[in-house]
């Protein structure tokens, strides 16, 4: 068999196996992180399928683009070679995608986050501002102090008369 017939099937054979593994993993690690980030169990499950859709077309494109190589392929040490230096590539560019994915998608997370808290907490405005709504409904304002007693006189305590 011709070397580079070989390079080319090892090749395929081992991207598609590891952009399987890695869709798989992600897909299910990933639903947990959905879930808190999208706040939606039934939202996060979709978003998750379309995510790992487009990891399969983004993956499996760039394996196809990346499998052709001009370097002479002689033997089969050279064909290992060639084979490793294509895997690695294949491997940084998965990793490269999935950290994207994860910036994105904590980003949208904290911006939920930052949403939900708003509604939580009431805005500390100065006295006389209107407050938002929402704020306002689930905030009670402390109690005003009490008027203030009058002072205690000290007693005079009488002494008897020597």
Do not use: C
Request: glycine letters at 6%.
């Amino acid at each position: 068999m011709d070397p580079k017939l070989g390079l080319y099937l090892a090749y395929l054979v081992v991207t598609v196996a590891l952009t399987v593994w890695v869709a798989r993993t992600l897909f299910r690690n990933g639903q947990v992180f959905l879930k808190d980030a999208l706040a939606d169990a039934e939202l996060a499950a979709s978003v998750n399928k379309l995510l790992v859709v487009g990891f399969y077309l983004l993956n499996l494109g760039y394996v196809a683009l990346a499998m052709k190589t001009t370097d002479t392929v002689i033997d089969a040490t050279g064909a290992v070679e060639n084979l490793a230096t294509k895997l690695g590539i294949v491997m940084l560019a998965l990793g490269g995608i999935h950290f994207f994915n994860i910036f994105v998608l904590t980003r949208f997370r904290k911006r939920i986050q930052k949403q939900n808290l708003a509604q939580l907490v009431p805005p500390h405005l100065p006295p006389g501002r209107p407050q938002h709504p929402a704020a306002t409904a689930a905030y009670q304002p402390p109690m005003p102090p009490q008027a203030p007693r009058p002072p205690v006189q000290p007693q005079v305590q009488l002494q008897p008369p020597l």
